[in-house]
């Protein structure tokens, strides 16, 4: 076995030092009868056979890279510069553990310390954490903070238009806890000005599921008024363009952050952002690396707060997380120093332009209407027909529409939300505009 | 090991650089919204090459499973086979959108279908699902599983959760993020649950017991039996932590022992690297009791097709999407590989190099409970007046080796918990033992050897204490 | 310009530094009316953009993962561990130069060393470079070496069965020097037994480019009994199982690498491989590292004999090679050191049993027949239907069935080069033989 | 840098170990052919993850453009973008066979197509060949070319070339291969060919000059064009030594002042890394006299199609298949990356580079020739009495700096032959000026410092010496 290396005869050279009869006699603890089970496994595969058979069900999957594709509703289709995986599956980042011992994990520290100034330049907060397991439960821890924050109050506020897995998943994480769930309808500023003094928070979300970009200014005003903590989830994507959550007062921020520099990858693994106002950031959890010097006063970095968590605190940790997205978050590190100031908004201002041209062409299509909204790179079509029958059909001929909403909501038949990012051609955008004309005769 | 300081991104950012060419835009354009739109975006700004060289001298900067021996217990540092890497970045998987749809996702669901079943098979439960995104995750399931299942049945008043002194920290943790309370049980003199301790404990306020097997201390819960019916007939649950697994796969099934739900960690045994933090996959298997009370969607066949489903009585939803996919994918390969025998040979190796290493390290590192390991071993670093385990941690890395894990279990004192993994060599192993036998030898001849160490990395010994207590977390120009 | 730093800015700086007013001052000595050309090519193009162009280029040719792949004759479909590429892009192997400066190219030199020792081990020969360009040019240099090594002797003598395409190399080689070509149909020991005087080398390919194995043995003492040389051409996947040529007495040896952990990728970058006896070591041409010790004793490795080479001997040298195929040596160097003993020996038996499996269901087809002679991994096939005809309906279904030999010399019409290695399963086998019936028909 | 030393694979092995699962053969088995078979085979015998990280600790022994600045003179070390690799290691090209016929490689001909096409319009000439491997192999290809042309001619009698004395030592030797005979040119006062030598060393035995523009000494050849006119007039052809084409890209064609062919080192100027010493490409383009006498095949487009063909009055194949494909893929990524406005920032800023470098150093190291460089320039480090050029080059290492190529071009003593391409940053120019004008002070202050760098290395200078007069050029167990 090549990664099994002890040979029988080193077997017997170390039972020998052991002292023990057999390899079945170091397993005397576990009860007789429960020992050695026969499993009913497909027999062992070389790796020339696996990797053939994987290619095979890797190959069985519409595939972003031979459509033209304007699906996202939560994962997008971005453009990766080459050195993003080139350099984030090297040995020493991808094979190394937490960075318990910091005097020997200097590389993973110093990451995650840029990842978090990169990712608060980008949200406007001094204090982001090291990821979580994705954009839905960073959201869903960001709201168990608040409502910890403020052990009177019981319900959050979140948008309807919240990306409905998202809602899920937060009811999941709240279902044990005395805590309620109200949704608002309109604007994150119409839900600010009626909170009431039961709310712990407001979560906005910026855009939110329909592609809206709401005016979040004055909006935390509003919610700090009552007594509550604005939490913003953001499209990392459009920050490089908007302004910043917490420019706009944001306490607590959160985003889904695979955009920056990762692949869809059927869903995972992906970035969960999370960082709030530095007054709040003993209250947040995850792992947080912080600056500190060695006697001789050289700069290093360390794993810090870890009084916030399970392996020091354990019931009384803010959260169980320990392991994380690490490999995930180094790529949207490497991804943002990358691209930088100057990439990132210009990534942005290409989604802009091209969503709206998008935008346009299908206005102009007979049955179709598209929001009046102010939108950032996705936008909600009203179809003439089934939503769900122009992806099918279209999806067949590689052209991937959008997401029909009827997946989520049975009743909202005739609509698609469209997405539309920097990897768009014309070209493909004029095809879709052509094809959804054609799948709707 | 880099030894040169390396600066920060910002440090190395010159105004007007960019590391990435984007195109003009193709479309006519559109009037950017006024009003909406940020001033500045304080990144840096650095060409391809510079975010080349900073990142991979960082990289150099680390130990890695891919360098160095990396004995951290309770962490399974197995070597992950490249074959997992090559798999789980086909383009045919990075490319594949979560809301394709069943039909245009074949592919990615017969692989998880696939895959729950295997996995369902090794731990001998019922069902699983793949949605938990880390161990943790996968308890947070399990618990909140358990308290469902009692709460469908109208029992209201179990808000008790069992836990071993041993366990790991995300035991409680988890218990408190489903509101329940924890009951702390102790260890007997052998390392096992305290039977008369765990009797004591059970009444109808409790929901189950929270067992980790084998334990943190490296040690088959002999009893392990006994402890599930014990508190089945209180009328509480079994939760398995499997994040040991890599010891008994092919040879021992928690589920055959009366576990009702178990979190697998994919990414230690099943061997996805842990890329500096993760990511992990904690997905969950249970049996009979809790099979339909699991998180969704699942993946399942109809007709010889494919699909994802919600499970009956679920806790519903964990993650948006479909688990970790890419951890998955090379678990799924992984285990293809190994197919039964290999399971077996896998869990021997890391038991008989576990015992081989204690073996050869434990007259001189002492154990606080002497009997056979299984894949992992806790000795005591406190064997010399003023040389603690962290000395001795410290110093391993001027040898090139990793230190294992420090300081836990709690209930070891000075514990060094060792676990060497089934892919290491006899060679590595006895070079590991000659070290850790040779800074003894320094701990009491030279021990400012131990105190200064280490002395081969880019920065000494950090004051942590300092760096918690006026926090800089982020870079400030 | 993500890969030209400087900005205008760092030029102004920079030329102020310099005491120049421009950069179009920098080029004041070109020829005026020759400066700044207009150039036609077509416009720059983004990273995003050109992956995009050039992955469907990629996509426009018939590629051996996704048919049954049957074709051989010098470019092979063997299996390559994924940690070879792994390993071999790591940054600091592939962006390393010749390793010209010892200390810091430990890493290089080292893997240089190993390589040239498995190689070496493989072969039967102490003395193995660093690499040449391909099995065509390092077999052309070894002929070269052989004839300077015998001043007096004009003929170099080839077996027919030599690879055409390895003969043209060859013979542009030799074209400008006094030496003579010969070919010979049999045996090479028929061959050896009626070398004359005035015969520099005989040339023996193991196997031949039909696939047939010759017995060697005696081979060399007839050849040196000649006073000739002896030069074998091997496949190194062959020498997994069969006697080395340095066991067979060879003097020189040469091959083609690629199948040692390299990718097909249209026929290069390939791997030169060359070795000899001991003796003739300072008559090798080609980069050689050998061991050496510093002044504390500690061993390293260093580029050794330069005193062969055009950098030092300028036109003394033996050949005017500099850059070699190193990155691709590696690749051969991570595959032997991983595949090892035990499996290399393993791919060849796995060659040798689907060859004459796949052999002996063909031969069982109406109107095919088989060849007689021993092979290892490739086989010659008379076809009932021009073999051209059969290859080109075939491959359109994604069965590649070998290489017509009508490709190389217009009147072998009936011929088919069958090339079946450990990646061809029982399937595919079976495939090609039900396909090779049906298109006969 | 890894300092811990590395033992050789073989010192790793360990009996019935290996890294790679294979299959059971799945056919029938046939008798293995007796006599024939060897009987033993002494290779390693390692495990996977000894095998990855040996080869990964072994890598972290060397500087590389990825990790550190590497200014070596005439080797065009420039920053690779990951693009082109990313284009290079597609699944499209790795499977694809050089045999597989026209109709089933439309994809790589084309490419190829267009890459001579480009290539042609840069250099100014009529025709290219990608066959050639490397920049010697294309000087083989040329000057065989030249050779074949006279003697198409009837013109046997030429047989002697042309070269500066200036020259890198592939041209000289390339000529003996062809059984040409070399005639040395002399420098002028100023670094280019002296005149009045080349038109006394022309006769009608001369079939042309071999020259490299901008040379070796970092400086454009000013008479390039009575040079070519001369040589011309002669009766001979002009080689052109296309290895500093990264001086003028955009900015001067070679063929439009009379070169008549020339190689190109892909690797160096259109970016493909050097691989620890190749592979390469070497594909020489011809003007209107040579165009005919390529090296083939070469890609042709007819009615839409793409394939391959030799050209009319050819030298025939230098290599089997198609050159180095792999290389061709990365060349095309690059330069239709920069497009002709790149192609010429690209050259101006190496040559802006190497100029700002120069007068950053050139008080403190002398120059031989001091008029304004190109891409690079040749300093001289004979400036400290008994410290040499060896030192300081040895020393710049411990600043984390790979040395400029020393001793070469062999006209200029003790020289350091600095080329920093335009990848590199203006900071890093300027912490690479430092510590040359910081080794400079040490020179004079402590000389030690220098004779005994580097010092920050897995080992010391080596006794290259010893070891060629000795040779172990493999392991002996
Ligand atoms: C025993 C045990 N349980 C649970 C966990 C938590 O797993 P994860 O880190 O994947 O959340 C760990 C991880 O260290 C563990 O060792
Ligand atoms: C000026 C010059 N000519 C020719 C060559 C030879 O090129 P290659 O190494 O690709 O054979 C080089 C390479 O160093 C060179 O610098």
């Known amino acids: 076995m090549p990664f099994i290396p002890n040979t029988d005869s080193d077997r017997s050279r170390m039972l020998a030092v052991i002292g023990k009869p057999s390899v079945e006699s170091l397993f005397g603890d576990i009860p007789e009868k429960l020992r050695y089970p026969e499993l009913d496994l497909p027999p062992a595969l070389s790796e020339m056979e696996i990797l053939r058979e994987i290619e095979a069900l890797a190959a069985k999957n519409l595939s972003s890279s031979t459509c033209a594709w304007f699906l996202g509703a939560g994962a997008y289709n971005h453009f990766i510069p080459s050195l993003v995986p080139a350099i984030a599956s090297r040995g020493e980042f991808l094979s190394a553990y937490t960075p318990y011992q910091p005097e020997v994990s200097q590389g993973t520290l110093q990451a995650i310390f840029e990842y978090q100034s990169m990712a608060g330049s980008l949200f406007g907060v001094e204090a982001m954490n090291a990821s979580h397991y994705d954009g839905a439960t960073a959201l869903a821890e960001a709201v168990l903070m608040a409502a910890r924050n403020a052990p009177g109050r019981e319900t959050v506020v979140l948008p309807a238009a919240l990306h409905p897995e998202y809602k899920e998943v937060i009811r999941t994480y709240l279902e044990p806890l005395d805590v309620k769930i109200r949704e608002y309808a309109g604007t994150p500023a119409a839900a600010a000005a009626s909170l009431d003094p039961s709310a712990a928070c407001l979560v906005a979300a910026y855009p939110d599921f329909e592609g809206r970009v709401h005016d979040l200014s004055g909006v935390a005003d509003a919610v700090h008024a009552a007594g509550a903590l604005l939490v913003v989830h953001a499209d990392p994507i459009l920050l490089g363009l908007f302004k910043s959550p917490g420019e706009l007062g944001a306490d607590i921020v959160t985003a889904e952050g695979q955009a920056l520099g990762n692949a869809m990858n059927y869903g995972g693994p992906f970035l969960g952002m999370m960082g709030a106002a530095s007054k709040y950031v003993r209250k947040m959890p995850g792992r947080i690396a912080g600056q500190a010097s060695d006697a001789e006063g050289r700069r290093g970095f360390v794993l810090t707060l870890s009084a916030r968590e399970q392996h020091i605190r354990r019931e009384k940790a803010l959260s169980n997380i320990c392991s994380n997205q690490g490999l995930v978050m180094l790529q949207a590190c490497i991804y943002l120093a990358t691209l930088g100031k100057n990439g990132l908004r210009k990534v942005a201002e290409l989604c802009w332009h091209k969503a709206h041209y998008a935008a346009a062409e299908i206005a102009k299509l007979p049955g179709f209407s598209v929001t009046k909204d102010i939108f950032f790179k996705e936008f909600l079509v009203k179809t003439p027909v089934p939503a769900q029958s122009i992806y099918d059909k279209l999806s067949r001929r590689c052209v991937v529409p959008g997401l029909p909403l009827s997946r989520y909501w049975p009743d909202r038949t005739h609509e698609l939300l469209v997405c539309v990012t920097e990897m768009n051609t014309k070209e493909q955008i004029d095809l879709l505009a052509a094809s959804l004309k054609e799948a709707s005769k | ?477």
Chains 1, 3 share one sequence.
């Open chain 2, 1 to 477: 090991m880099n030894l040169r300081p390396e600066p920060l991104a910002y440090e190395l950012s010159a105004p007007g650089r960019c590391g990435a060419a984007l195109p003009e835009p193709d479309v006519p354009e559109t009037a950017l919204p006024e009003g909406l739109l940020r001033d500045d975006l304080p990144l840096p700004e650095i060409d391809e090459l510079t975010a080349v060289r900073h990142f991979t001298r960082l990289s150099q900067k680390n130990y890695s499973i891919d360098t160095e021996f990396y004995p951290l217990g309770s962490c399974t540092m197995k070597y992950n086979p490249k074959a997992n890497e090559a798999a789980a970045s086909l383009p045919g998987w990075r490319t594949t959108h979560p809301l394709a749809g069943a039909e245009f996702s074949q592919g990615a669901l017969e692989l998880m279908y696939r895959l729950q079943a295997m996995l369902v098979e090794i731990g001998g439960f019922k069902a699983a699902s793949l949605q938990p995104a880390a161990g943790a995750h996968g308890e947070l399931a399990g618990v909140l599983m358990i308290r469902k299942w009692h709460r469908d049945r109208g029992d209201l008043k179990r808000v008790k959760m069992l836990i071993p002194d041993s366990a790991h920290g995300t035991n409680p943790a988890t218990c408190s993020m489903v509101g329940f309370e924890t009951v702390t049980i102790p260890s007997d003199a052998d390392g096992g649950v305290d039977l008369a301790a765990l009797a004591a404990a059970l009444d109808d306020t409790v929901a189950g017991i929270m067992i980790t097997n084998p334990s943190t201390l490296g040690l088959f819960e002999r009893n392990i039996e006994k402890i599930a019916k014990l508190v089945h007939d209180a009328g509480g649950l079994v939760y398995g932590d499997g994040a040991n697994l890599n010891a008994i796969t092919g040879i021992f099934r928690p589920g055959d022992a009366g576990i009702d739900v178990m979190h697998f960690n994919l990414h230690k045994t099943f061997s996805t690297p842990h890329g500096g933090g993760g990511p992990g996959s904690g997905m969950v298997a249970a049996g009979e009791r809790l099979a339909d009370y699991l998180p969704g969607p699942i993946a399942v066949k109809k007709d010889g097709r494919f699909d994802m489903a919600m499970p009956k009585a679920g806790i519903g939803r964990l993650k948006a999407f479909h688990g970790n996919f890419g951890v998955l994918v090379r678990a799924y390969t992984y285990i293809r590989m190994l197919g039964a025998p290999g399971l077996r040979r896998l869990a021997e190796t890391a038991v008989l190099n576990a015992n081989y290493l204690k073996a050869k390290v434990e007259k001189v590192y002492p154990l606080k409970y002497g009997r056979g390991c299984m894949h992992e071993f806790v000795a005591m670093g406190n064997f010399v007046e003023g040389v603690h385990t962290l000395d001795i941690a410290k110093r391993l890395i001027d040898y090139g080796f990793h230190p294992p894990t420090i300081y836990f279990p709690l209930i070891v004192p000075e514990a060094l918990m060792i676990e060497p993994t089934e892919t290491e060599t006899r060679e590595t192993l006895d070079a590991f033992a000659d070290a850790l036998l040779k800074i003894a030898e320094e701990a009491r001849t030279e021990p400012e050897l131990l105190h200064s160490a280490p002395h081969v990395t880019p920065v000494g010994r950090l004051d942590e204490v300092a760096a918690a207590r006026c926090p800089i977390l982020c870079y400030r120009g």
